[in-house]
T-cell receptor, first 113, second 111 residues
Framework: DSGVTQTPKHLITATGQRVTLRCSPR?????VYWYQQSLDQGLQFLIQYYNGEERAKGNILERFSAQQFPDLHSELNLSSLELGDSALYFC????????????FGPGTRLTVT | GQQLNQSPQSMFIQEGEDVSMNCTSS?????WLWYKQDPGEGPVLLIA?????ELTSNGRLTAQFGITRKDSFLNISASIPSDVGIYFC???????????FGKGTRLHILP
């Protein structure tokens, strides 16, 4: 158990809908990262928040957004969902702003039908 | 964009065999990380490397930070059934803080 929690574990929704994925980092970690993992693409970095502020951006679509709240939990919002958004979404956390060792949550499996 | 080439893509071995996999890039990295992912789970950090030439062990696992800083290697000795899974390398470059992941090596152990 990494100490990072993610909810829900599974999510099934229809195209065009909007969903919110939630992540709580390990106790003491200030950074939260979001990744998308699809079958043939490996782990794609989406976005990082550090202590409530956006720190780094990766290959995140404009239809996706995230935020980190004062209690350090984070939410990833995915809107106007398309079939291709079906994937595993992982949250990871680390102690500081600079990414060295990251600890991953169990993931949310999103299926868009 | 930056890429990590991880090889082999998959491996089929007998229990008890040693395993070697590697990660290479055309860019210089200042941190290398190795993760293992079991089916339906998140990646778990196995080994972190911070200096060129560094050799670090974690039980039967040994990883090395290549001298050129463009590659890293992971060895597993005397494989056991629970070693099955996907092994990812990840690297952090000097000029930014993002971590880039390889596409993984899928390890299968034959009965």
């Amino acid at each position: 158990d990494s100490g990072v929690t993610q909810t829900p574990k599974h999510l099934i929704t229809a195209t065009g809908q909007r969903v919110t994925l939630r992540c709580s980092p390990r106790s003491g970690d200030l950074s939260v990262y979001w990744y998308q993992q699809s079958l043939d693409q490996g782990l794609q970095f989406l976005i990082q928040y550090y202590n409530g502020e956006e720190r780094a951006k990766g290959n995140i679509l404009e239809r996706f957004s995230a935020q980190q709240f004062p209690d350090l939990h984070s939410e990833l919002n995915l809107s106007s969902l398309e079939l291709g958004d079906s994937a595993l979404y992982f949250c990871a956390s680390s102690v500081g702003a600079v990414t060295y060792e990251q600890y991953f949550g169990p993931g949310t499996r999103l299926t868009v039908t | 964009g930056q890429q990590l080439n991880q090889s082999p893509q998959s491996m089929f071995i007998q229990e008890g065999e040693d395993v070697s996999m590697n990660c290479t890039s055309s860019s210089i990295f200042n941190t290398w990380l190795w993760y293992k992912q079991d089916p339906g789970e998140g990646p778990v950090l196995l080994i972190a490397l911070y200096k060129a030439g560094e050799l670090t062990s974690n039980g039967r696992l040994t990883a090395q930070f290549g001298i050129t800083r463009k590659d890293s290697f992971l060895n597993i000795s005397a494989s056991i059934p629970s070693d099955v899974g996907i092994y990812f390398c990840a690297g952090r470059m000097n000029r930014d803080d993002k971590i880039i992941f390889g596409k993984g090596t899928r390890l299968h152990i034959l009965p």
